[in-house]
């Protein structure tokens, strides 16, 4: 089993700069099962990063530790330094895997929503997204396809300018024009003061806008290496994936 | 543009390729200016860092040049530097002639007969109109 | 950030109440109707459909009373432990604040759900009675306390009903948040820990009472209550001793059901 490298996401960025997320000996068990096994991550700004693995890796797991969603067994999860909390939640935008949308409320009150309790919301930049989308804001959120519903919520999260995107399984599900278009609006709205954590196990349509690669399996890092450095080797890092989870 | 990247080969590489083909090739004019990384990268569906990278090494080649020799990020320009850019179709018709040559040599041709066979291809299409 | 909270917890759950209101007014509004007309024309052919109407409208109000609990209660579950929770949890706010916000704001469309049924009862009983017999006897009862102290007492009634349905609602809120930290079957979880938590509280209230009464002076002995003639002088006082210990318990128990709420919510979340 290979070592997990944290070397390799600081060499684009200064000693200056704090990292936007770090994972320190993060373990999480439910009762005596461990799910996430003696993590160390290293994300700072200006990247790209994949979270590759097999359902039930423990990808999940860390998305909801670093969203406060569950908290560790030991170890730590720190964002921007803080610990999951009031502070940290200010700087991640969260897509969400599951749709967790009202539906019965419009698309307005989202932006209402998001315009008030996230002071990075730009609304600006929503009411162009969505103008290009063709969806008016007085739509009914349960009237949209899923489609357009998929691109709504990764608009709204797109809009804000956080320091953390994390993305949990945004291609998941749609057709291939949505997911172009998904993955159009991620790679457009990059800046190099933040940067994204995107979640899936679609590897070979994504692989192209990653900067860098963590695989993870059986809640364990197995790699964490630049996209690049991957491909020098021959190989594309879906298909290292492959061989990596052959049965 | 049209892209045509391969996942199992570095991507910044390719990318450095295919932005380098379009300069030679005239579909980026001297003088003319480059689009922003984040255009290029859209468009090619790739990574912005890569995209960067890609284009720091056209910048070190000499291919490309900033606008604004004090501000990078005032975008990038195309070199008028019609020398360079006959070096770089040189080097890159030296690198097909490399291949071509091998392949016309293990047909049993001698270099007379390579050159007879181009001259002779080449007239053919010619009178075709190509 | 409460501001915000409260606008929008108040947005999204004015449009389910807009629709009752309208309905049991007009149901009012027509029962009246039929009952004026009665009182003018005093008809035996008028009184089917005059009592059916009533009837209609006191279900109406009984169940306008108890559908706001439980839209409240499943408004909680779905936004804290169900599909919406994601969005919920991702807003940078404490959650003791999102609790505290829907346990007020609920608690605000029950009262106002319990003024629709007073309004529709005064309507009612308009031109009747039964309403002028209620409010002498209400006001008998009064009267055996000071006149100064008349508004605190109806301000110390009104008080101790609320509190009374926030600690109720408090605990189905904790129940859900107990219910959650299963990983299947949540809700049957939650209606169970409620039954739990219910019969936990009543032990306890009972001791409560069985221990304190001999004790507290101004509590009456117990062993001597029987609802004789020689009480309703005192009746003001005895309602008024059980209305106070009755308020000190659920603030107790709506303090406690809040702090392990927040706790089981803040660290023990479960949601998939």
């Known amino acids: 089993m290979m070592q997990n490298n944290n070397e390799n996401f600081l060499h684009s960025a200064g000693i200056e700069n704090a990292p936007l997320l770090e994972c320190r000996n993060l373990c999480k068990s439910y009762g005596a099962v461990p799910v996430l096994y003696n993590w160390n991550i290293t994300i700072t700004k200006g990247r790209v990063v994949g979270l590759l693995g097999p359902n039930g890796s423990g990808k999940t797991t860390l998305i909801k530790l670093i969203n406060g969603l569950l908290t560790p067994t030991s170890g730590e999860v720190l964002i921007c330094g803080n610990s999951p909390g009031v502070e940290s939640k200010k700087v991640i935008s969260y897509l969400t895997d599951k749709d967790a949308l009202d539906s019965s409320m419009k698309v307005v009150d989202m932006i209402n929503l998001y315009n008030d309790f996230f002071e990075d919301f730009s609304e600006v930049r929503m009411y162009e997204m969505l103008k290009r989308l063709d969806i008016h804001p007085e739509t009914k959120i349960g009237t949209l396809s899923k489609g357009n519903r998929e691109k709504v919520r990764l608009i709204l999260t797109m809009s804000r300018e956080a320091k953390l995107y994390v993305l949990d399984e945004p291609i998941g599900g749609v057709d291939p024009a949505a997911r172009d278009y998904i993955l159009d609006t991620i790679i457009k709205n990059y800046t190099p003061e933040s940067s994204i954590l995107l979640s899936t196990h679609l590897i070979s349509d994504v692989e192209r806008i990653l900067d860098d690669v963590i695989f993870v399996s059986n809640g364990q890092i197995t790699l964490a290496e630049a996209a690049d450095n991957i491909r020098a080797q021959g190989k594309s890092v879906d298909q290292l994936f492959r061989e990596t989870y052959r049965f | 543009m049209t892209w045509n990247i391969n996942c199992d080969r570095p991507i910044w590489i390719q990318l450095v390729e295919q932005l380098q083909a379009a300069l030679i090739s005239g579909e980026f004019k001297p003088g003319e200016a480059v689009p922003s990384v984040r255009d290029l990268a859209a468009d090619a569906q790739v990574n912005i860092n890569t995209m960067q990278r890609a284009l720091q090494e056209l910048e070190s080649r000499g291919l490309i040049l900033p606008k604004d020799n004090r501000w990078r990020a005032s975008g990038r320009v195309v070199t008028e530097d019609t020398a360079r850019l006959d070096e770089i179709r040189h080097e890159y018709a030296g690198t097909i002639l490399e291949d071509f040559t091998q392949r016309m040599r293990s047909l049993g041709l001698s270099d007379d007969e390579i050159v007879s066979e181009v001259t002779e291809y080449l007239s053919k299409l010619n009178s075709n109109g190509e | ?272």
């Open chain 3, 1 to 272: 950030m409460m501001g915000k909270l409260f606008k929008h917890e108040f947005k999204n759950t004015a449009r389910r109440y807009w629709y009752m209101y309208a309905i049991i007014l007009s149901l009012t509004l027509f029962c009246k109707i039929l009952d004026i007309i009665q009182l003018n024309v005093n008809s035996k052919y008028l009184n089917p459909p005059l009592y059916i109407s009533v009837t209609f409208l006191i279900i109406g109000l009984f169940f306008l009373v108890l559908l706001t609990g439980i839209f409240s209660i499943i408004r909680f579950y779905r936004e804290m432990v169900g599909n919406q929770a994601y969005i919920t949890y991702t807003l940078p706010v404490e959650v003791w604040k999102h609790i505290f916000v829907r346990l007020t704001v609920s608690i605000f469309w029950i009262i106002i759900s319990v003024a629709v049924c007073v309004i529709s009862g005064l309507i009612m009983g308009a031109g009747h009675d039964f309403l002028g017999n209620f409010l002498k006897g209400f006001s008998s009862m009064l009267s055996s306390i000071k006149t100064t102290q008349q508004v605190l007492f109806i301000i110390q009634l009104i008080l101790s009903i609320i509190i009374n349905t926030a600690s109720s609602l408090m605990m189905f809120y904790m129940s859900i948040a107990i219910g959650q930290l299963f990983n299947r079957n949540k809700a049957i979880a939650a209606a169970g820990a409620y039954v739990g938590c219910n019969m936990i509280m009543e032990v306890f209230t009972t001791l409560l009472f069985v221990l304190t009464a001999k004790r507290i002076p101004w509590i009456l002995d117990y062993n001597d209550i029987g609802f004789g003639a020689e009480y309703f002088n005192s009746g003001a006082e005895f309602v008024n001793s059980v209305m106070l210990l009755t308020g000190l318990v659920n603030i107790l128990f709506l303090v406690t059901f809040f702090l392990i709420t927040e706790r089981l919510l803040s660290t023990k979340l479960n949601i998939e």
